[in-house]
């Protein structure tokens, strides 16, 4: 876990790439301290915050949630007492997600599908035993938020449905600094959990437009440039399934023929399993927030994983 100032006062809190769950904080000094996401467990986030008391002593004032996934919202117990910003879909959602008493019986399984493996190999360095799902309890309207720290304007826009239906990115004008959240993956696959491609691209494309520095909720700081690369992403993974959609080909074979090109060497580019799915769902006419069954997905995934081994 790396502590990187990327504006005065300004940190991103930074994990490694290893997979599920592996995901980015932040933190504003000054103004009563504002971090930006907790991480997968309460273990995770206490580090972090440690490495924020170093640079602020005391304990944070406010938590902004970027959405509802659990890399970003299960260390939120230890906050719970500051103010926790976030969309209200986030909200609601974080009440309807796995509890963390399934996926630490997940984690802990000593037999699990192929799929269900990958997923709880990834997470297998966490502890969820411990963990308190603790929602916002400042709840974000689709009109955003503009937070005052001591003078610094920290808005809170909302962008979603994009990764999720409760995409919120925190943008410091003045410090030229927004933290993305999930709406930015940095040169790793996405999956995109709720809303559309095209509500997602003009989100990448705003953020690509707000400040010279981006902090993704995964990978390292970055430029606009990222943020278009990954529009650019989504935009061919849409428009080479919409290719095989019309020729009735299965989602999971269409992931199999897709030629991924430059986006072959970001990390676990089988998620396209997910993506080509999604895409699937948007061309029939499905909803944004549609349910999903993700086990078939991961198994898929998997599969489409063995099969570029195989043709290596």
Do not use: K
């Not at 959240?181 to 997602?200: A, K, M, N, S």
């Amino acid at each position: 876990m790396e502590l990187r100032e990327v504006a005065s006062g300004v940190y991103a809190c930074l994990q490694p790439d290893r997979g599920w769950g592996w995901s980015n904080s932040g933190f504003v000094a000054g103004g009563g301290g504002l971090v930006v996401d907790t991480l997968m467990d309460v273990r995770s986030t206490r580090r972090a915050l440690d490495l924020y008391a170093g640079v602020a002593p005391g304990a944070p004032r406010r938590l902004v949630n970027t959405h509802h996934n659990v890399d970003h919202t299960w260390g939120n117990q230890l906050l719970r007492d500051a103010e926790i910003y976030g969309h209200r879909f986030c909200a609601e959602a974080m009440t309807r997600d796995l509890p963390p008493h399934v996926l630490e019986a997940m984690r802990t399984a000593p037999d699990l599908p192929p799929g269900l493996r990958w997923f709880a190999d990834d997470l297998s360095a966490f502890d969820f035993s411990d963990v308190e799902v603790t929602p916002p309890n400042r709840l974000v309207g689709d009109e955003g938020l503009t937070l005052d720290l001591d003078g610094r304007p920290a808005e809170l826009i909302f962008v979603g449905p994009a990764h999720t239906g409760g995409d919120l990115v925190v943008h410091l004008p003045e410090d030229g600094v927004v933290f993305a959240g999930d709406v930015l993956f940095q040169h790793c696959t996405p999956i995109g959990w709720e809303g559309t491609t095209e509500r997602w691209c003009e989100a990448l494309e705003r953020i690509a437009s707000l400040a010279p520095v981006i902090v993704p909720g995964h990978g390292v700081p970055c430029g606009a440039e990222a943020a278009l690369e990954l529009s650019d992403y989504l935009r061919y993974v849409l428009d080479e399934s919409r290719r095989f959609f019309e020729q009735e080909v299965p989602a999971e074979e269409a992931a199999r023929r897709i030629d991924l090109g430059p986006y072959a060497d970001w990390s676990q580019p089988e998620r396209l399993v997910f993506n080509v799915e999604r895409a699937y769902r948007e061309l029939q006419g499905g909803s944004w927030d549609e349910s999903v069954d993700t086990l078939p997905l991961f198994e898929a995934a998997v599969r489409l994983r063995r099969h570029w081994d195989e043709q290596a």
